[in-house]
T-cell receptor, first 116, second 111 residues
Framework: GAGVSQSPSNKVTEKGKDVELRCDPI?????LYWYRQSLGQGLEFLIY????????KSGLPSDRFSAERTGGSVSTLTIQRTQQEDSAVYLC??????????????FGAGTRLSVL | GENVGLHLPTLSVQEGDNSIINCAYS??????FIWYKQESGKGPQFIID?????DKRQGQRVTVLLNKTVKHLSLQIAATQPGDSAVYFC??????????FGKGTSLLVTP
């Protein structure tokens, strides 16, 4: 498909378990972002990848959160020892960043995470 | 800290009327603004963006106005349709590439 793809669309887990969320960006997009959206709230920035540069991790809420981007394409967001407050929709976006120009971020449908 | 917020959490309009959704931002260094539409169960969908060197930009049935003096952004939707019902988010960027989102306004279009 042409859009950003995220999997799974829904994930239910028990408190204390680890989860992995996957994002396939739009082909050719060099930048990839993860955001978190709690119920009825706006989006909270988590992490940003640009090409082969070191990621901007400034938004990660704790050391239980980590993300990787392999081969400059697919990204995985990992949450270790999940807590109930981690329950949210996790959204991935990608953009074609060229130089310093701001570019539109295109979002996937998200993964709805429920921690019981 | 710096934040982006919306004046009205909900807005109800009749089909065919024009809608105006407002957004205030507090970071005067912000140089890029963007509006997204989010329908239930879906990710945010790009509507329109504007850079700080402009004060108005038009798209199909939508217009974004930027007033840097009072740090205010608005989205105008002409001839609102039932399919426009959604939550609308404004977002701003002042450095790097991450967007800072407001909490959203829910637009309900009634027949």
């Amino acid at each position: 498909g042409a859009g950003v793809s995220q999997s799974p669309s829904n994930k239910v887990t028990e408190k204390g378990k680890d989860v992995e969320l996957r994002c396939d960006p739009i082909s050719g997009h060099t930048a990839l972002y993860w955001y978190r959206q709690s119920l009825g709230q706006g989006l909270e920035f988590l992490i940003y990848f640009q090409g082969n540069s070191a990621p901007d991790k400034s938004g990660l809420p704790s050391d239980r959160f980590s993300a990787e981007r392999t081969g400059g394409s697919v990204s995985t967001l990992t949450i270790q020892r999940t807590q109930q407050e981690d329950s949210a929709v996790y959204l991935c976006a990608s953009s074609l960043n060229i130089g310093l120009a701001k570019n539109i971020q295109y979002f996937g449908a998200g993964t709805r995470l429920s921690v019981l | 800290g710096e934040n982006v917020g919306l004046h009205l959490p909900t807005l109800s309009v009749q089909e065919g009327d024009n809608s105006i959704i407002n957004c205030a931002y507090s970071n005067s260094a912000s140089d890029y603004f963007i509006w997204y539409k989010q329908e239930s169960g879906k990710g945010p969908q790009f509507i329109i963006d504007i850079r700080s060197n402009m004060d108005k930009r038009q798209g199909q049935r939508v217009t974004v106005l930027l007033n840097k003096t009072v740090k205010h952004l608005s989205l105008q939707i002409a001839a609102t349709q039932p399919g426009d019902s959604a939550v609308y988010f404004c977002a701003e960027n002042n450095s790097g590439y991450a967007l800072n989102f407001g909490k959203g306004t829910s637009l309900l279009v009634t027949p």
